[in-house]
DNA sequence: TATTGACTAACGAACGAACGTTAGGTATAA
DNA sequence: TTATACCTAACGTTCGTTCGTTAGTCAATA
């Protein structure tokens, strides 16, 4: 009755290694003693290693799709936004900051990222990939944002590109930031505060 | 007379291949070939594979120390500021995109960059070097620079901490963007001014 | 000037260990 | 009975490294 889950837990275990030494340096012995079982047993669920790899990456993939705060929002859809009128400057950096936990400690949203960044010079769909996640989503959830904000008149009329670069580059970095000195988040997350504030500030109406 | 500098060779040899495979799954054979020698041969510059790495990340430091734009900065110096009093926003901006114009051609600050990056998530003395040559350094010199725009007049007076965040991070964010994908500086340069006429505008005094 | 010897850089060959992978056997459970 | 998951053993290849040799350079010596 037990469904077997060997072939989850190499998955896994892969994405763990490859978030933090990158593929090539991953070797099939290391993910055989991650998961506890031999290296041949490996076989038994894959083809080989790179039939791994595209196995974590559709992974991945599947798990932003389903997940990202970024893919899935619609600032044109009143069913979206209806929770989010009036919102203040306080409301949005909460806001961010609850987005910023859940991206900085999501296991697999987090591990996918490192291994982005780790194959982004190596791998051109990964880095296809990385763009996109961090860079293209991102981006254009936040010029939604900005968008909706200058609608409600609550942010002065400006390039909502413009603004949702310098609104999001910061949380980027920041992120980036989390992710080499984990134990730095709470320095950041003052930080993001006081540039939400600021931002707020200098765009008002 | 000729001095021999294949040692040289094949630092840069190494630097090329770990700033984009990584130092692990870069192999002795691989930089012999890079270099056009027997692998047997470079154990007569350098005594094992560490000491190639090493080696390499010295050289990094000492060229990052040497060229680094962000490391050399005093705002504080009037022999530094003296040509750059009365700065409009054009002039910064075409001042941010010869500064980034040079970090991303510079081969050994682009290469050494990239490397850091790939390593970030394995090599703790790569981590932290990367924290400071990606986000202090950088943080620092543009709080310099907002410091003094705000003493000239040129900008209100904010935070000049959360204001370095937010004119250098989207600039952060683009120059990893076009290690990526080479091929989109211009879009990023023509994006980088307007951020910058945008980032005045709004922090106009 | 010619000879010697010390030093170097590069070499081919080989080392044991680890690599990814395959074959074949065994135990368990449908 | 058949299929599956895991095993041990072994494959050929590549890994980083060591060894001993060779060819060339250069300074001191004869």
Redesign the interface.
Known sequence: MEKNNTREEILEAALDLF????Y??TSISQLADAVGIRKASLYSHFANKQDILDTVVETVLKGYADHSIFARADWNNPEYTKDKTGMTAEDVAKLIQGQMRYILHDTHISKGR?ML??E???NAEL?EL??KQN?EDVLNYFTGLMRFLIREETLKN??PG??A??FS??I??WIN?C???PEREEEVME?VR??VM??F???QK
């Open positions: 978030a933090v030494n990158g090539e340096a490192k960044m780790i982004q010079f190596r880095a990385h763009t860079y400006a390039d413009i603004m670069a310098q580059s910061p980027t970095v930031l992710d080499r000195e930080l006081k540039h600021q931002f500030e200098i765009y």
